[in-house]
């Protein structure tokens, strides 16, 4: 069964401070890789893909993705409190193209 | 571009009913899928559907079903209604051609069972 595994949190940084938002995942057929934001009450909305090893950059998001270990992380430079919401990462095996969620991280950036 | 429209935003009903939501997708739009979410299971996908026929299916029972129309607007239906069928189900569109693709998601319908 494909699995995508996040920490539920709450993650907690100082506004300015990097987060830091992690993910595995069991399916090693898996090839593309979301991260989505959800605000409370909100739907999701997506920020970043990324389906090659390596890093990612899109303004002050980092994707990262390690397909050897299964990992796949989100790093947010200058958080703000404006970026606290629920992080869900998602992993996109091919051949079906549906996503498979984590069930999301949530952060708090405090002033 | 009009966004994904839901509907209805919030139902209530009752245990051993029946429900029916509503979907239109972003036009030009072929895919349409279905999640139910929950705080303890977080997003789960239910099936897609792309050009009138399910493309993909989820691990849910089959009182949950859904139907596609030629115009790709995108029904699901629950029969018998269960308390733990309390959920957030949002759907989501894309053009569906192929993998990599943006998933749109729609505002959501509540619903609770009671």
């Known amino acids: 069964q494909k699995e995508v595994e996040q920490n539920s949190g709450p993650l907690s940084v100082p506004e300015g401070a990097i987060a830091s938002l992690n993910c595995t995942y069991s399916d090693r057929g898996s090839q593309s890789f979301f991260w989505y934001r959800q605000y409370s009450g909100k739907s999701p909305e997506l920020i970043m893909f990324?389906?090659?090893?390596g890093d990612k950059e899109d303004g002050r998001f980092t994707a990262q993705l390690n397909k050897a270990s299964q990992y796949v992380s989100l790093l947010i430079r200058d958080s703000q409190p404006s970026d606290s919401a629920t992080y869900l990462c998602?992993?996109?095996?091919?051949?079906?193209?549906?996503?498979?969620f984590g069930r999301g991280t949530s952060l708090i950036v405090h002033p | 571009k009009a966004g994904v429209t839901q509907t209805p935003r919030y139902l209530i009903k009752t245990r051993g009913q029946q429900v029916t939501l509503s979907c239109s997708p972003i036009s030009g739009h072929r895919s349409v899928s279905w999640y139910q979410q929950t705080p303890g299971q977080g997003l789960q996908f239910l099936f897609e559907?792309?050009?009138?026929?399910?493309?993909n299916k989820g691990n849910f029972p089959g009182r949950f079903s859904g139907r596609q129309f030629s115009n790709s607007r995108s029904e699901m239906n629950v029969s018998t209604l269960e308390l733990g069928d309390s959920a957030l189900y949002l759907c989501?569109?894309?053009?569906?051609?192929?993998?990599?693709?943006?998933?749109?998601f729609g505002s959501g319908t509540q619903l609770s069972v009671l």
């Open positions: 559907y792309f050009s009138e026929t399910q493309r």
């Open positions: 990324i389906y090659s090893n």
């Open positions: 989501a569109s894309r053009l569906g051609d192929t993998g990599n693709e943006k998933l749109f």
């Open positions: 998602a992993g996109e095996s091919g051949g079906s193209y549906i996503p498979t």
